[in-house]
């Protein structure tokens, strides 16, 4: 088992993966919003009092703040970091006509929608530079079944070819591995390709339970099959491109996939992470090597994109959720019921944090030392 990484190396590896992570959202509503004209007031790394930070030539502040985890782009027309809509008499005269809450809804919801693209952008171009230099999973096809497992009993045989699981693409193993670690002990259906024919089956998944090389367990499914020889491939530009975008694509539906089961009861939230989590994660990549630490960026990068997608107000999903209703009533919501939603947003968000954050300590052992000191 390898020693945990020190204190110091797990926050430097926090904010070298939340700081790039928040500045390349940000720097997608920036973008866009001064792609149609809005000026921004603030664009911030970090929350609370200013560390350091210049003013440019069009006015905006850009700056760090002491708090890691987050960021915000703070256009004209904004009440808070948080794009809560201010009085139009607020607005200087001479900004009316650019400031962000006044523009038509659909350049709204761009600017709004083009943070969580960026994410999603850059986790394609991390996995493209991957796929390039050491080459991309490139096959599905079963090298060697073993013995006793789901496969051997459901009469999977090398050479098969499995096309999907649980209903689920499955180009290349990494896929497969994917699909089946989320549903340990669930019968599913399988589809292959054997001697040109497509055949489909019920496969009884099995588990174990397995501890990483930090100590940490957490059980998984398996099917048991190897893939054939020859897995990588390097691919030019070309292709590289469009495979880490069908790959991003993967992972996302793998996300929603973990929360419909979280959400569903099928699986516990003893896996739900939070900012300790992160960093914990973080730091032990960082002490495995620079490889590591640049995939569990794209990694993070997903999901911080899906995250901010999700309708909960506050969140970038639920300002687009509202520009969709304002669209559809041709007429925005009553200040009111903004009012409320955001203050609903920002409950339900201070709730997980500090569910994630209790979830954190019990997974650092806090809890069960805590309890045999007090027993």
């Given at each position: 088992?390898?020693?945990?990484?020190?204190?110091?190396?797990?926050?430097?590896?926090?904010?070298?993966?939340?700081?790039?992570?928040?500045?390349?959202?940000?720097?997608?509503?920036?973008?866009?919003?001064?792609?149609?004209?809005?000026?921004?007031?603030?664009?911030?790394?970090?929350?609370?009092?200013?560390?350091?930070?210049?003013?440019?030539?069009?006015?905006?502040?850009?700056?760090?703040?002491?708090?890691?985890?987050?960021?915000?782009?703070?256009?004209?027309?904004?009440?808070?970091?948080?794009?809560?809509?201010?009085?139009?008499?607020?607005?200087?005269?001479?900004?009316?006509?650019?400031?962000?809450?006044?523009?038509?809804?659909?350049?709204?919801?761009?600017?709004?929608?083009?943070?969580?693209?960026?994410?999603?952008?850059?986790?394609?171009?991390?996995?493209?530079?991957?796929?390039?230099?050491?080459?991309?999973?490139r096959t599905n096809i079963v090298g060697a079944i073993v013995p006793g497992t789901a496969a051997a009993e459901a009469g999977l045989k090398p050479g098969d070819k499995i096309l999907s699981v649980?209903?689920?693409?499955?180009?290349?193993?990494?896929?497969?591995?994917?699909?089946?670690?989320?549903?340990?002990?669930?019968?599913?259906?399988?589809?292959?390709?054997?001697?040109?024919?497509?055949?489909?089956?019920?496969?009884?998944?099995?588990?174990?339970?397995?501890?990483?090389?930090?100590?940490?367990?957490?059980?998984?499914?398996?099917?048991?099959?190897?893939?054939?020889?020859?897995?990588?491939?390097?691919?030019?530009?070309?292709?590289?491109?469009?495979?880490?975008?069908?790959?991003?694509?993967?992972?996302?539906?793998?996300?929603?996939?973990?929360?419909?089961?979280?959400?569903?009861?099928?699986?516990?939230?003893?896996?739900?992470?939070?900012?300790?989590?992160?960093?914990?994660?973080?730091?032990?990549?960082?002490?495995?090597?620079?490889?590591?630490?640049?995939?569990?960026?794209?990694?993070?990068?997903?999901?911080?994109?899906?995250?901010?997608?999700?309708?909960?107000?506050?969140?970038?999903?639920?300002?687009?959720f509202f520009y969709a209703v304002e669209a559809i009533r041709r007429r925005p919501l009553s200040a009111r019921a903004l009012d409320w939603a955001f203050r609903g947003g920002l409950a339900l968000?201070?709730?997980?944090?500090?569910?994630?954050?209790?979830?954190?300590?019990?997974?650092?052992?806090?809890?069960?030392?805590?309890?045999?000191?007090?027993?």
């Open positions: 088992m390898l020693p945990q990484p020190p204190l110091w190396l797990i926050l430097i590896a926090f904010i070298c993966a939340l700081g790039p992570l928040v500045f390349f959202h940000e720097l997608g509503h920036y973008l866009v919003a001064r792609l149609f004209g809005i000026p921004a007031e603030t664009f911030s790394i970090g929350f609370g009092h200013e560390l350091v930070g210049w003013t440019d030539k069009q006015g905006t502040r850009w700056k760090v703040a002491w708090l890691p985890l987050g960021g915000y782009v703070k256009f004209v027309g904004d009440m808070t970091p948080a794009s809560t809509p201010g009085e139009p008499e607020s607005i200087p005269p001479e900004l009316r006509d650019r400031a962000f809450q006044l523009r038509p809804v659909w350049q709204r919801f761009l600017v709004v929608l083009a943070g969580p693209v960026f994410n999603f952008i850059l986790a394609i171009a991390i996995f493209a530079a991957f796929f390039m230099i050491l080459g991309a999973p649980a209903d689920q693409g499955t180009p290349n193993f990494d896929d497969i591995r994917t699909v089946v670690l989320l549903r340990p002990n669930e019968t599913v259906p399988l589809r292959f390709e054997r001697g040109g024919q497509v055949r489909q089956i019920q496969v009884h998944l099995k588990s174990d339970t397995v501890t990483d090389p930090y100590g940490q367990k957490f059980t998984r499914g398996l099917l048991g099959v190897y893939p054939t020889t020859g897995v990588l491939q390097r691919l030019p530009v070309y292709e590289a491109v469009p495979e880490a975008a069908s790959y991003t694509v993967r992972i996302t539906r793998s996300m929603i996939d973990g929360l419909a089961q979280i959400v569903s009861g099928q699986r516990g939230t003893q896996d739900v992470g939070g900012p300790i989590k992160i960093a914990q994660i973080a730091g032990q990549q960082a002490a495995l090597g620079a490889l590591p630490f640049i995939e569990l960026l794209a990694l993070f990068s997903i999901n911080l994109g899906f995250i901010n997608l999700l309708p909960v107000p506050m969140l970038d999903g639920g300002h687009l968000i201070l709730a997980l944090v500090a569910f994630t954050t209790i979830n954190d300590l019990g997974s650092i052992g806090l809890w069960d030392r805590l309890q045999r000191l007090i027993g």
